[in-house]
């Protein structure tokens, strides 16, 4: 395919085609695992198989694809929350929502490890997006005293990378997840 063609923007069905492919393949791989069959995800999207592979022409290029939607709903989140009314609780929302992605990422991340594909350079501008919200929502909650003042980014940043790998041992119990974050944003908190 020449560079031409491969840059133009997708027709407007395509971009829903495509959408849509991506929704199934998240729903079929978290019902059924990473091994579902593509015919299992065409079916549920609505397209033929022929559709899927015009988009994703392997199984880790759709995993990939996935990780990089996930990515940016998430950083589409984080750009909404930050004109949210209450600084604190979109903080900790953005908080949240970044640890149960990384529980989530984790089943398509270690696939594509594996394989070889280095799913930094397909995110890092997405997660520079990310890096610029989380630490504007954490001014606006510090500012309305809803986090300590002595955190910056940085710590912020460490916390959250612990949280992650708290959540990806948690697995399914949330319980455990909810209860290490409600450890984390009672540290994060100023003191009373």
Request: one cysteine or more; charged letters at 25%; glycine letters at 6%.
């Amino acid at each position: 395919m020449d560079e031409t063609k491969r840059n133009r923007p997708l027709r407007a069905d395509a971009r829903r085609n495509r959408a849509r492919v991506l929704d199934a393949a998240e729903s079929v791989f978290a019902a059924d695992g990473l091994s579902a069959a593509m015919e299992d995800i065409a079916r549920t999207a609505g397209v033929g198989v022929g559709t899927i592979y015009r988009h994703f022409p392997t199984k880790d290029a759709l995993f990939e694809a996935i990780i990089v939607n996930r990515y940016e709903r998430l950083a589409d989140d984080a750009d909404a929350l930050s004109a949210a009314k209450d600084p604190g609780e979109a903080f900790f929302e953005l908080f949240t929502r970044m640890v149960d992605q990384a529980a989530a990422q984790k089943a398509f991340a270690d696939p594509l490890a594996q394989a070889g594909v280095d799913i930094k350079a397909s995110t890092s501008a997405i997660g520079q997006r990310l890096l610029a919200a989380l630490e504007r929502l954490l001014i606006q909650a510090q500012q309305a005293r809803a986090v300590r003042d002595d955190v910056g980014l940085p710590e912020v940043i460490a916390v959250l990378s612990g949280s992650c790998h708290a959540a990806e041992y948690a697995g399914r119990d949330h319980s455990v997840r909810a209860r290490a974050l409600a450890i984390v944003f009672d540290g994060l908190a100023p003191p009373r």
